[in-house]
């Protein structure tokens, strides 16, 4: 229904954006890759895709036409819903997954919170071939310089993907100590993922 939208960045957090198109302000939840993307922006074009439900109509966007076309691939996989695409977009790249299932690594999937073997596999059987016959997007992402708020900012993001705060919390504290040096709100959330698929 929606390509892209594009406009100003009205809100802005690690798990979803309000971007202000026409005067209309959209709600669009977004993986942790596409934050990284646009943290420096005020304006930004997002690629869209709308999900229908019966009790919801949810807008997740994308920085690049690569991310969306990956999610959804992801979503028409058995057992993978939208918010498990979130996260293995927020977890891995476009590339690093690609590169899972074309060499048909279900051990590395199975980092992602909530991605089983059988649902890694089925991953694997349903996209290879898929992606085998894409172009990878080697469009450059740059890492931009984040507040002082990182560690809220994590947590933030984190509950609303649909972990146990007390856990979130845990798995930040544990990150920071073992990364003192961490200065990204992605790079705090991508160690802290892996504690909690762990």
Do not use: C, W
Not at 52 to 71: I, K
Not at 81 to 108: F, K, P, Y
């Amino acid at each position: 229904m929606y390509a892209y939208l594009k406009g100003e960045i009205t809100f802005k957090s690690p798990a979803f954006i309000t971007l202000e198109a026409n005067g209309i302000g959209f709600h669009v939840n977004i993986p942790l890759s596409t934050y990284t993307a646009i943290a420096g922006l005020e304006r930004a074009t997002i690629y869209t895709h709308l999900i229908v439900r019966e009790d919801a109509h949810t807008l997740f966007g994308f920085a690049t036409q690569a991310e969306r076309s990956l999610f959804v691939q992801l979503i028409g996989v058995t057992g993978v819903g939208a918010t498990t695409a979130q996260l293995i977009l927020s977890s891995m790249s476009v590339d690093e997954v690609r590169a899972a299932v074309l060499g048909e690594q279900a051990h590395v999937l199975q980092r992602v919170k909530g991605i089983g073997a059988k649902t890694a596999k089925q991953i694997i059987l349903d996209l290879k071939n898929k992606l085998a016959k894409e172009t990878p997007d080697a469009a450059a992402v740059l890492l931009p310089t984040i507040d002082d708020s990182v560690r809220e900012e994590a947590l933030s993001a984190l509950i609303s993907l649909g972990f146990n705060r007390i856990a979130v919390q845990k798995a930040l504290n544990q990150a920071m100590k073992d990364n003192p040096s961490l200065s990204k709100v992605e790079d705090l959330i991508k160690m802290a993922l892996k504690s909690l698929a762990g």
